[in-house]
């Protein structure tokens, strides 16, 4: 389903460039082709049309740029008498490469080929094959199928089922443009509900989930829209609330347990951790801790105890978001970035105890007007603008500001400042035209990603398009023949460590765009093979960013290998490492995983994603660690972290504030089917 809307834009395919078919000969829309704008609260993003040949066949065409990622893309399918397609055919120009798929059924027997596997099946008529990738007309063609079966049912290719339930409906439009429409959720190929919007004769209308696709009379209604779907879904979080989580009516005694101790960066055996109203209000050797009478005793042997987990760098998606993390031993999440609106509403409805989700310091994300503008972004036009939009992020209680590429450099002192004068973390990208250490020396308190040091090494002659596609091939480009010692990147680094800069280098997000090839299953998703649904797991073997003519897939991984050498030095020198993925959150221990390889100790890798962001959001005192006085924000796991920093994955128990959660439950609640897989240490 368009690769679940948004992963598309993030996670998507890659081939070798002189596969794809040129968009120039993709085929033009006609005059009278439903037409569709992709638009965020950035701006517009592009553009989709969708219609019906002469030949009965069901065309898409959709054209998008996503800050400087640019997709061009065509299907054309025959459906068959219950609406099914009997084949389909898309072509088309991705960042990622060749988007080249195809599906055919003949004689009930179905074959298929994407860019990232290929398969059949028998006794295969009236099953939807649903496609790794594809413009949002094959969406279209599949939620019109589904409705218009009695049972809104619908049996799936490769694998599942989807079914549709009707949540409510919206009034839109003006005047002459005025109509009803109506939102189902739709469950069975994604691990959690998705929302989709139908006309009043249950054909696609529309789809907001951060990035819209909406008719163009109605262009603009995007917040409309989603404020409405998220207080429809919202709905249903209650109940999950009430369900998952269990206040203790006493203490709770986690006994014989080994102890993540990250205030001394070292892991203590045969421990005992003792929980009273949302505080920890003992902690040390087993042999001397005393359990209170009547206190729940929970055994820990085999297991080890650690401070509930942080992910630095969690867009969050929905409300499903919140098990999801808390599931993996997350009780704390830094948003660098989303819809502000959305983000309030997620807080207050937490606060009211409606919703399950970690503690979240959220950043308001602040960009220029251009064509490679971020999605969600608050857009500034003046450094008057600029400032307002710092103000407004203090007012809506936010920790931070995070800048972007198109936001003009000239502006970034006087922003800054005020962003200092208010207490606020700075960080973000770094705006196109300018090095990373003049970012550093304007006032950022923290770059984000690993691209961006490598980009304080690259040729000058890359900086005036590097809020484009430029930011990730110049450093796959370039990396791999940098010395880790070049007076450029050492200048950088020193100045990052004593000026106490922090670095969220989301290095799991660049392994993914610089290793696999298509069809590669990811080491970060391995484990969680087997457990969600087919076309999730799918899209786990999406392949790396394309590779350009004249380099190879060898090439970027030497550069990714820099990348990691680069990331030794950082943490060599001092500089404050954080944890976080920027994908869907399940990759979090594997970002401590590539830490190790880095050269962090076990110790200094689960520091990173629990006292160090602490430290960063200044609430070291309150959590972080395991310490008496704190808030009880823990995660009891099978295993031991110390040697096999994996262990992490097998959460069994998890406390936030002191409520305590079943991990298995957690899982469940999102869609996993069961617990990851156990994995050797990671080399």
Avoid at 181 to 207: C, E, M, S, Y
Avoid at 544 to 551: S, T
Avoid at 642 to 667: N, Y
């Amino acid at each position: 389903m368009r690769q679940f809307l948004l992963f598309t834009a993030l996670c998507s395919v890659s081939a070798v460039l002189f596969a794809q078919t040129p968009k120039e000969q993709l085929v033009k829309p006609p005059a009278d082709a439903h037409h569709y704008v992709i638009e965020s609260t950035g701006g517009k993003h592009g553009d989709s049309w969708m219609w019906v040949g002469a030949d009965g066949a069901y065309m898409g065409r959709e054209s998008m740029n996503l800050r400087g990622q640019v997709w061009d893309l065509e299907s054309n399918g025959k459906p068959g008498p219950a609406g099914a397609p009997l084949s389909l055919t898309i072509r088309g120009v991705t960042p990622q490469g060749d988007a080249a798929e195809s599906f055919v059924l003949a004689n009930g027997a179905a074959s298929w080929k994407s860019p990232i596997d290929k398969g059949s099946a028998e006794d295969a008529a009236n099953r939807f094959y649903l496609p790794f990738g594809g413009p949002m007309e094959v969406t279209a063609w599949f939620v019109d199928t589904l409705l218009a079966t009695p049972t809104h049912s619908l049996k799936l290719l490769p694998g599942g089922e989807a079914r549709a339930t009707r949540l409510t409906t919206l009034e839109v439009g003006q005047a002459t443009n005025r109509r009803t429409i109506t939102l189902w959720q739709v469950t069975g190929f994604n691990n959690t509900p998705v929302p989709v919007w139908t006309d009043a004769n249950n054909h696609f209308f529309a789809v907001a989930f951060g990035i819209g696709w909406l008719p163009d009379a109605y262009a603009g209604e995007l917040q409309h829209i989603e404020q409405a779907q998220t207080d429809a879904m919202a709905a249903q979080a209650p109940v999950l609330a009430k369900d998952l989580t269990k206040i203790p009516p006493a203490a709770v005694a986690f006994t014989h347990v080994k102890v993540f101790d990250a205030d001394g960066l070292r892991f203590l055996n045969d421990q005992s951790v003792i929980v009273n109203a949302g505080k920890i209000v003992a902690a040390g050797a087993a042999s001397s801790v005393v359990v209170p009478d009547g206190a729940q005793v929970i055994e820990g042997k085999g297991k080890t105890l650690v401070p509930g987990l942080w992910d630095c760098h969690m867009h969050v998606g929905d409300d499903y978001t919140g098990p999801q993390e808390l599931s993996l031993g997350v009780t704390s999440v830094r948003d660098p970035g989303n819809n502000d609106k959305l983000t309030i509403d997620r807080r207050t409805r937490a606060g009211e105890g409606k919703l399950l989700f970690p503690h979240v310091y959220p950043s308001s994300l602040i960009d220029g007007k251009g064509p490679f503008t971020a999605q969600v972004a608050n857009v500034a036009t003046s450094q008057d603008e600029a400032i307002a939009l710092v103000r407004k992020a203090k007012e809506n209680g936010f920790t931070g500001v995070k800048f972007y590429g198109t936001f003009n450099p000239a502006w970034l002192p006087a922003t800054i400042a005020e962003a200092h004068k208010l207490g606020l973390h700075v960080h973000g990208h770094i705006p196109a035209g300018i090095r990373t250490l003049e970012a550093v020396n304007d006032g950022y308190d923290e770059v984000t990603h690993i691209n961006w040091i490598v980009m304080q090494a690259v040729p000058a002659s890359v900086l005036p398009t590097d809020n484009g596609i430029g930011r990730f091939e110049a450093p796959g480009r370039y990396a791999k023949d940098m010395d880790v010692n070049d007076p450029a990147l050492t200048e950088l680094i020193s100045t990052m460590a004593s000026k106490h800069i922090y670095s969220d280098p989301t290095m799991v997000a660049f392994e993914g765009l610089y290793v696999p090839d298509n069809g590669d299953l990811s080491p970060a998703y391995a484990p969680f093979v087997g457990t969600l649904p087919v076309m999730v797991e799918r899209n786990f073997r999406s392949g790396g960013f394309a590779v350009p003519k004249d380099l190879t897939r060898a090439d970027y991984r030497a550069s990714w290998a820099k990348m990691i050498q680069i990331l030794t030095k950082m943490h060599q020198a001092g500089i404050p490492i954080i944890a976080g993925t920027d994908g869907s959150g399940i990759e979090i221990i594997h970002e401590l995983e590539i830490y190790e390889q880095a050269g962090f100790t076990p110790a200094e890798a689960l520091a990173s994603a629990t006292i160090v962001p602490a430290t960063l959001v200044g609430q070291q005192a309150h959590t972080g660690s395991i310490k008496v006085g704190k808030t009880a924000d823990l995660a009891l796991v099978e295993g031991d972290p110390e040697k096999t920093i994996g262990d992490l994955r097998q959460t069994r128990v998890v406390m936030l504030d002191g409520k305590l959660l079943d991990a298995d439950a957690l899982r469940q609640s999102v869609g996993f089917s069961g617990r990851p897989k156990a994995v050797p240490a990671f080399k």
